[in-house]
């Protein structure tokens, strides 16, 4: 079954570093997410993707963070200047099209800050 | 504004007892739920998920979800709790063109020998 991957798994980055998240989305799907999760709290959206730009976006997602398709088959995270609370897992989803599709999860990146 | 509710952050069953998790939403328009299962160290896998068809919806590994709009409920079911069941689940609902997903905060399953 096709699934979603994404590099590293951990990524130990010293504060104020610009660090990039990869993840490659299932071949056919068309609309790509990233999530994360600080330790101990909920699955927050950050953003989504669609037809090669950002639909939507949360409050998270500030100047310091952006995504990218470059290639057609990955779609990267970029945090420009990592700060302490941007240590959490980020995860990479996405799903075919439309509105009551189920998304499909990577493994995530672990993101830990110094 | 939408959001998702699941009481207790810790359930503690029995193996072979009923596993119950709850969830409730808040959505001003027809929403799609669904339940992800995180297991350690590991992403969210699709249990199962309400896209306004029947009610009562049958998932993977035993798990079934009923959605009650009543009660803006979408709780999740298993008869009998077996050990590899023991993982996090989330409940989730989405309501826009894209697909934004909302989680709720998370449970965590212990299923006891």
């Known amino acids: 079954e096709p699934e979603v991957t994404q590099t590293p798994s951990h990524q130990v980055t010293q504060m104020g570093q610009e660090v990039i998240l990869r993840c490659v989305p299932i071949s056919n799907h068309l609309y790509f997410y990233w999530y994360r999760q600080i330790l101990g709290q909920k699955v927050e959206f950050l953003v989504s993707?669609?037809?090669?730009?950002?639909?939507?976006k949360s409050e998270i997602f500030d100047d310091q963070f952006s995504v990218e398709r470059p290639d057609g088959s990955n779609f990267t995270l970029k945090i420009r200047s990592t700060k302490l609370e941007d240590s959490a897992m980020y995860f990479c989803?996405?799903?075919?099209?439309?509105?009551?599709?189920?998304?499909?999860f990577g493994d995530g990146t672990r993101l830990s800050i110094l | 504004a939408q959001s998702v509710t699941q009481l207790g952050s810790h359930v503690s069953v029995s193996e072979g007892a009923l596993v119950l998790l709850r969830c409730n939403y808040s959505?001003?328009?027809?929403?799609?739920l669904f339940w992800y299962v995180q297991y350690p160290n590991q992403g969210l896998q699709l249990l199962l998920k309400?896209?306004?068809?029947?009610?009562l919806v049958k998932g993977i590994n035993g798990f079934e979800a009923e959605f009650k709009k009543s009660e803006t409920s979408f709780h999740l079911t298993k008869p009998s709790a077996h050990m590899s069941d023991a993982a996090e689940y989330f409940c989730a609902v989405s309501v826009d063109n894209f697909n934004k997903f909302y989680f709720g905060s998370g449970t965590k399953l212990n299923v006891k020998p």
């Open positions: 993707f669609y037809n090669n730009e950002i639909s939507e």
């Open positions: 309400y896209t306004s068809a029947a009610t």
């Open positions: 959505s001003s328009v027809p929403p799609y």
């Open positions: 989803a996405s799903s075919e099209q439309g509105n009551n599709q189920p998304q499909h």
